[in-house]
């Protein structure tokens, strides 16, 4: 762990801080394990685990790096997911209204089993993101490159839903 440094990592003694707050990493066939489990009922239960672990560190990342604007969060984000080895995630759009994600080198493809449980979790990690950044949102995948054997990125929508009064 000594090579890893990340800004706000700390790592001693087997336990591994966040900005103070101990995380640990997820190896992405626990999610394709629970996606066989729940069959046809994970995607939501995916979802939600993505979009509260996004949502948490989203807001303490904010909190601890205090980025100016929209494109600062976004990139801080995006940076950090990055790191923790999903796969690369880049902003194609940033604006108050949507944020288009494209992520390469997608964790999935890894996996064999070609299975969309990652792609619903990351989903809603994005949603986590989203919500905290745009407020309610909703998230599309536009692209898939597990569905799609020609293409090598994954592209997300992030867009802020309509508010009916």
Not at 32 to 52: A, D, F, T, V
Not at 89 to 105: D, G, M, P, Q
């Amino acid at each position: 762990m000594k090579d890893f440094r990340m800004r706000g990592i700390e790592s001693k003694d087997g336990i591994v801080k966040l900005f103070g707050e101990r995380i640990v990493f997820v190896p992405p066939n626990i999610i394709s394990l629970l996606g066989q489990i729940y069959g046809e009922g994970s995607k939501p239960l995916l979802k939600y685990l993505g979009k509260k672990m996004g949502r948490r560190l989203i807001e303490n990342w904010e909190e601890h790096v205090r980025p100016n604007n929209l494109e600062e969060l976004t990139t801080l984000f995006l940076d950090m997911i990055s790191a923790t080895g999903w796969g690369l995630f880049t902003a194609e759009e940033i604006s108050e209204e949507r944020v288009i994600i494209n992520l390469k080198n997608n964790v999935s493809q890894e996996e064999g089993s070609f299975s969309k449980d990652i792609c619903f979790f990351l989903s809603g990690l994005l949603t986590g993101f989203g919500d905290f950044s745009l407020y309610n949102v909703k998230v599309e995948e536009l692209d898939c490159s597990i569905v799609d054997p020609d293409s090598d990125v994954c592209r997300f929508l992030i867009e802020k839903r309509e508010v009916e009064l």
